[in-house]
Structures are given as C-alpha cells and as structure tokens.
C-alpha cells in the first residue's frame, strides 16, 4: 500500500514539472505578485512580533517624532548660549575682573660704559643690554610677592645721567584682580626692587648686585602711570619722536601742531654727556583747560613719571621763558585736542652752571648790585645751587638783600619748599610773596648759600644788594617793617599795609575822628558810609577825586574818588559810573519759609536758611560727597579755598562737581562740571596764606535758574566792614569738633569780624591776607566741611551782600577766643579780575 502510494506521487509530481516547464510568461507575472503580496504580510506579522529597541535607539528613535522637534531645537539653542556665555567669561568678563596695572622706572647700572648706540632702539647694543636688564627686573618680580601678577616689563630707554654708568628707563604691566588691587601701591612694587638690590651691598656702598648687574640702589625711582602712558612709551610706540642736541649752545627747533587731528604723543630729548638741557617754550596755542584736555607735561626723565615732573601747562602761552633739566634728557608729553594748536619753540645743550661769586660792596650805603638765581631768567630746576660771597670795607656795616617777590624766613620744623638758604651756618626758608622785601645780614663778610628745593621747576628770583649801618638800619625819619622795608613814621597808622605785612598798622589804637575843622579826617574814617562827626563832615564830598591807594575807591577810569564803599550801593558815585555796572549780584530773593526752623541743626550755632536766601553758596563734591564749599562769581566761575585743590587727586577737576541752588543735600537744583581749578600761585600749604582758588564751569548754569543761583558780590579793594554791616557765614559743614553726622539743610551763622590786632594776639601768624570772624564765646563758627565757603557781609539799610571771606582755617571749632580765620577777599579782587578776564 504505502509503496504504491509513493510511485502515484512520483507520477503526479512528474506531470506537475512538465506542465511548469510548458507554463506561459502569463503564469510567470502571477507568481511575482504573489510573492510580494507573502513579503508584505511576513513583514507586517514580523513588526508585530519583533522586540522593542532599547537604550540610544530607542531614544533616537524617539527624537526624530516631529512632537519632539521643537524641543530639540530649544535645547540645542541653550546648549549654544552656555557655549558662548563660557567662551565670554573666560576670554572677555573674566579679564575685564582684573584690572592692568602699569608702572614706569628708573634706575643706574653702575661700572658700565655708555656708548652711543644705546641711543638707538634698534641697534644691536641696545637690544643686547635691554634684552639682559629685562631679564633681571623679571626676575626680581618673579621671585617676588606679586609673582602671580606680573606680566612683563619693557626697557624704553638706555641714557647717561652725568654720573656715570647706565641710566635704564624701564616700563612694567601687572594683571591684577580688583580685590587685590591694594597690593600693587608703587610704593610697594619700588620696594621690591629695592629689597632685591638692598640685600647684597657691601661695604656702605650704594651699588648692589642682581644676577651679577651692577645696581645703584639710590638711583630706583618708581611711579605708578596710566595705561595710554605705558602703551605710547614703548619701543615699538608710533608716537614717540627722538632728538638729540650733539653739540652745545646749538638750538633744535620744536614745532607740534595738532591741526590734523588729536595728539597723544611724548617728545624725548637728550643731549650730549656732561650737559643739560634747557627748553624755551615761545608760544603754546591751546584751549585753558583741566590739563586733561589740552596740556603740555615736561618731565625730567625720558618716562612720565611724576616723581621727575618739572612743568606742567594748561593754558596758552604768549610770553617765552625757560625749563632746565638736572640731567642731559628730558621728556615731552602732549595732549592736544582738534583744532588750530601749536607749540613752538627749541632746546639747546648747556653746561652745568657753576654759580658762585665773590662781592665786595661799596662804602656807601646805596645799592650797588644785583644777584640772580641760577640760570636765570629760566625756571628753577629741582636740583641746583650758589653761593655769594659778600665783602664791605667797614665793620660796622652788614649786607641787605632786596627782593622783588621773595621772603626769607627762619628754618622751623617744616621742609623748605620753595629754596634752602645758609647765611653765616644759621639756615632760612625762601618762600614766594606778592610784595618787596628786605632781608638784612649783620655782618660785613657774610657767606650766602642758596639751594633749589622745590620738587618742580620753580619761579626764578634776584636780589639787589647793598650795605647798611648795621645799628642803624633805617633812617631816623623811618620805622622798620617785619619785612625789611623802611617806611616814613609818618605813615604808621593811616590805614595804608605799607610795610606789606601790617606791621605798620598792627597794634594802633581805633582812631578818632577830630571833627574840627583845623584837624585833618582820619582816612579809615573818612566816606566809609557812616557818619562819624555828629555834623557829618566826614561823609562830605566823597565823590571827590583823590590820590589813588588801597582804601580808595577806582573807578574804571582810572581816577579814584573818597568814597569806599562806592560799587553796587544804587548810587553813581564815579564820573564816568563805572561803580554801578556789574551789579547783578548780591541780591537774594528768599523764597517764603514754610514752617519754622527748628534751631537744632547748626553749622556752628547756627540756624537752617530757607531756599534762595544764599543763591551763590555751592556745595563742592569730590568722588560724590560733600567736601568744601564755593561761590558763585558769574555764570561759570566760583572761588573756593586753594586748600581744598591742595593734594594731587584733589587738584584733578574730573574729580570735583559743584552743586549750585541747593537747600537741602541731595535736592540740587543743578550739578556743574569742573572743567579747571585755578589755585594762587603763592599759596602756602604750610601757613594757609594766598588760600584761595578759582573753579571754572564746563557749561555756565542756566539763566532759569535764577533767583536761586545768582552771584555774589566781589568787593574792591577799598570796600571796608564797619560794625553797622551784617556778616553771615554759611555751609553744610559739622555743627561741632565732636559732630560725626553732616547736617543736610543748608546752615547759616551770623559773626562779627575783629581787627587784625586782635586777630594776631589770638593766632600770631596772620598774614595780611588773613582775617579773624567769629563771637567771643566761640557759640557760632565755621567748622570741617565748610572750607571754601562765603563770609557775606551786607551794608546797613538792606544793601548788597559782598563776599569778604573764604573759610580757610583756624584752631578747632567753636571754642572761646579763637576765631575763625577767613581768606580776605579785598586782597585778591585784582587777581580774580586779571584772571577771569584773561581765560573767559
């Protein structure tokens, strides 16, 4: 059965083949389809029954759904954001955290010859030497404290100096943190190199070794510059120019301009060894500017360094003078904005001047010569010096020195800044004054030494010499003045400063008035606007010409009348009414006082004002707070103290910006810019005398501002204060010694002003231009913070109010008998004119 089975199937399937071989292309195309129709199904039931992916498939896979585009897009965005923000804060934000430091220097390397081609920046000699000195000063901050900060120095400049050696100018730059700052004081940086150099003398020797280069430890000089300076000194700079003077008394002309543009840029000069260099500025055309702006810097190296500085211009020049260096280079550096600008003039190689003379005087007692300051005309250099050698024929007479602007004094315990003198071994301080002096020397062969010491260049002087009768050093006609002069005795008294420091005037008794007519009127009493004589005979004719002097009132003619008090009273009083013109000022218009005062808040026991009643008080802010006060003089000009511009940061007016028509601190009514600060050219830090100073305004305050800013009065020189006048001290000052806390309403205090005789007996050294306000108990006073503030005096029957006193100094605040100490406006009207009407 079963075999029979198989062969039938055998035949079936024989005849199934053979009819497949005879099969049509019809029954090919159906197989075909039939086949793609069993893939299709297979693949739908293997999807079906296949296993799910896992891991990064199945989340790719999940990504690549449309829902999730949008989301991949934000992430990709925000994965590039963090990119960006990462490469901003390391290579920008995080840089812009630290802050460059830069320093300039200066140092001798001794026992090494100078040769010519260290003059050139690009010789091999330099490059050589440069290359090694820049090794050792990296090395020494390296090793150092600040090693983590340095970043690299630059050798500008190979020089000789006259002492022999190498002179290295070298710049540095520090990447320093901002919360690390501090560290980097110059006086820090100079004292690492100082350290380094101290370390290995010997022998008392000022000559140390670093790396095995000779270094003169005296010689270091480090000073902090700005960023552009270090950029603009480097040896590759385009804006550094080099001249050299190789043969003496041989001038090089200088000529900048500036008409194509700004300028930035340093001048370096030097001269042949063994000379200096003298620069004569002939004309310097510039806007008067905050010596930002525009301005000409001269340096006594070939960096700007300011410990080398010797001159600095701010304003034009129109008459030549001089500048000498104390070595053979100096240094140029301008800043001048667009616009028509020069600067003209040359500079020349001079030997060393050996200043030192024999003089022998005449018999007579006459003036018979001149003495001059080393190099005069030119300015003083920091360093130089001369010595005379005077000789009379007589024993009994000594040697007078007559001075044109120059006062000498006993040394005290202060330096001397302005000249060092030894007369016969016993030392005096030279100090600049507005006025002649007379400087006596009681002995017939004395031996004068003079010595620069000023830090800067300083003003030049000469003396006229003669003999005198050492015990008769006036004329029996005459009286001695503490300044030396002689003045007729017939003058003590009068009212008149003839001997310039009031000593002729000093402890006089208050002067009556004859009324009778064979008796001449005292002048202080005569038309000072209050009736003396009970028949007023003193008031009489007071608009009479007269001889001009000090207490006399000019008019713009040129005549002067009697009458004192003539300017701005309502009256024309000068034929040509010159005393009335200018006379927008000193007229307040006090707005009504809402409420009462409280009577607490003082300046020194004083009380609050009210808005308007002191339009021209300006409250002075440096860096943001309240530090001195000013006045309004015009629309762009105040006066301050010069004490408050006294110190370096403080003479920048970047620094300074002047509050005006403002009650209370904080509600101004309007903030002005200050674009210079003019402070007395003789004002002394150590006595306070020529204390003033004058701020100009970058833009004038608005006229709307008006009645709360306006000006105040500006007295002549004859303008006097009787006990009939009104006078009131003002300012956001503390209310006492102890008070730690500002008031914020403007204060006001009314004093009296006392007589310079009782001025001198409270303090001593009071100078003419000095005067004491104040009460005798000390209750009302100006005290800390009200520097620079107006003493505003106004005259009977409700008159204008003229600014007689600049707060300046005195001994504590508020205490019995010791009054406050002014600055005396009077003495200083024809400054402020000359100076105003020259720079506006």
Known sequence: ??????????????NDASQQDSASIADVSVEVATVDHMLQKLRRKYRKTRRKPKGLKRLWLRLLNIPHIAVITTAVVFVVVVIIWSLL??????????????????????????????????????????????????????????????KQAVISDLSNNNKGGVLVH???????????????????????????????????????????????????????????????NTVDSQCVDKMYANLPGVTVPLNIFSSWGSINCHVKLTAVPGSLIRLTITSF???????????LAVYDALLPMRGRILHRLCEPVSSSFSIISTSNFMLLSFTMTNGNKNFRGHFEAIAEEICMSQIETQLEPDITGQIYSPFYPSLLPPQC????????????????????????????????????????????????????????IADYSPEVEFRCSSRTSAQPFQASYSSYIISQPCPKSHFLCNTGLCVEKSQLCDGLDDCQDESDEIFCSRPTMSCGAS????????????????????????????????????????????KKNAKCDGVWDCRDRSDEADCACGHPSPLPRVGSSTGFERIVGGVNSVEGE????????????????????????????????????????????????????????????????????????????????????????????????????????????????????????????????????????????????????????????????????GARDACRGDSGGPLSCQAPGGGRWFLIGIVSWGSGCGRPNLPGVYTRVTKFTSWVNSHISIMT
């Open 170 to 232: 070298f710049l540095m730059a520090f990447e320093v943190p901002r919360l690390k700052s501090s560290v980097m004081c110059e006086e820090c940086i100079a004292a690492i190199f100082r350290d380094s150099v101290d370390t290995s003398l010997k022998n008392r020797s000022s000559v140390g070794y670093l790396l095995g280069l000779p270094v003169d430890i005296d010689s270091i000089l480090i000073n902090a510059v700005q960023r552009l300076d270090y950029s603009s």
């Open 385 to 440: 010096s001369c010595t005379w050698k005077f000789k009379t024929h007589n024993s009994t007479l000594g040697v007078a020195l007559h001075f044109h602007n120059y006062l000498l004094k006993p040394k005290d315990m202060n330096s001397c800044d302005q000249g060092w003198w030894k007369v016969n071994e016993v030392i005096f301080c030279g100090s600049y004054v507005g006025h002649h002096t007379v400087f006596r």
């Open 614 to 777: 002191w339009p021209w008080q300006v409250s002075l802010h440096f860096t943001g707070s309240l530090y001195c006060g000013a006045s309004v003089l015009s629309s762009d000009w105040l006066i301050s103290a010069a004490h408050c511009f006294s110190k370096q940061r403080l003479s920048d007016p970047r620094y300074w910006s002047a509050h005006l028509g403002m009650l209370t601190q904080g509600s101004v009514k309007y903030v002005a810019e200050i674009q210079r600060i003019v402070v007395h050219e003789y004002y002394s830090a150590q006595t306070f005398d020529y204390d003033i100073a004058l701020l100009q305004l970058k833009k004038p305050w608005p006229p709307s501002l008006s009645p709360l800013v306006q000006p105040v009065c500006l007295p002549p020189t004859s303008h006097t204060v009787t006990d009939s006048h009104r006078c009131v001290v003002t300012g956001w000052g503390y209310r006492s010694e102890e008070d730690k806390v500002l008031p914020s309403v403007l204060q006001k205090a009314e004093v009296s002003l006392l007589s310079q005789t009782e001025c001198k007996k409270r303090y001593g050294l009071i100078s003419p231009r000095m005067l004491c306000a104040g009460v005798p108990s």
């Open 89 to 150: 804060w390391v290579f920008i934000f995080r840089r812009e955290s630290n802050s460059g430091e830069y320093f300039a220097g200066m140092f001798r390397v001794a026992n090494v010859e100078f040769i010519p081609e260290y003059r050139q920046a690009d010789s091999h000699e330099f490059v050589s030497m440069a290359n090694k000195i820049q090794h050792v000063v990296s090395s020494v901050y390296k090793r150092s404290s600040v090693a983590k900060l340095y």
């Open 1 to 14: 059965m079963g075999a029979q089975s198989d062969e039938n199937d055998q035949t079936s399937g024989d």
């Open 285 to 295: 055309v510039i806007e008067p500017s905050d010596c930002v702006n525009d301005a």
């Open 519 to 562: 008796s001449p009127l005292h002048p202080l009493l005569v038309c000072n606007g209050e009736t003396d004589c009970t028949n007023g005979v003193d008031e009489l004719n007071c608009t009479q010409e007269t001889a001009c002097s000090a207490i006399r009132y000019q008019c713009k003619s040129g005549s002067c009348i009697l």
